[in-house]
Nanobody, 120 residues
């Protein structure tokens, strides 16, 4: 199973970016998907998550600015980031809780990370 993230980059404050993360491999089902971020010198934190049924959860710092969505048919999760601030600068990691075709339990899988840099 692989998680391939894309869409990071450099943007000015107030701008927008859209992150995508596609899950590939021998997948039976994907439960929760989400995005985490880690800034230099800080711990990794949850940005947003979405269940297979579409229920969402956001960090207080991004509520009203970021929107998470998923396409279950494509095993892909998205993060639309608007009104970006310099404090949003971090490496963003996608996450998925996956059950493979050969497995009986769910496990956590992570993407490689994509850099988001917001200049002031």
């Amino acid at each position: 199973v692989q998680l391939q993230a894309s869409g990071g980059g450099l943007v000015q404050a107030g701008g927008s970016l859209r992150l995508s993360c596609a899950v590939s491999g021998s997948i039976f089902n994907i439960n929760t998907m989400g995005w985490y971020r880690q800034a230099p010198g800080k711990q990794r934190e949850l940005v947003a998550s979405i269940t297979s049924g579409g229920s969402t959860n956001y960090a207080d710092s991004v509520k009203g600015r970021f929107t998470i969505s998923r396409d279950n048919a494509k095993n892909t999760v998205y993060l639309q980031m608007n009104s970006l601030k310099p404090e949003d600068t971090a490496v963003y990691y996608c996450h998925a809780r996956i059950r493979t075709n050969s497995g009986k339990t769910y496990y956590d899988s992570w993407g490689q990370g994509t850099q988001v840099t917001v200049s002031s």
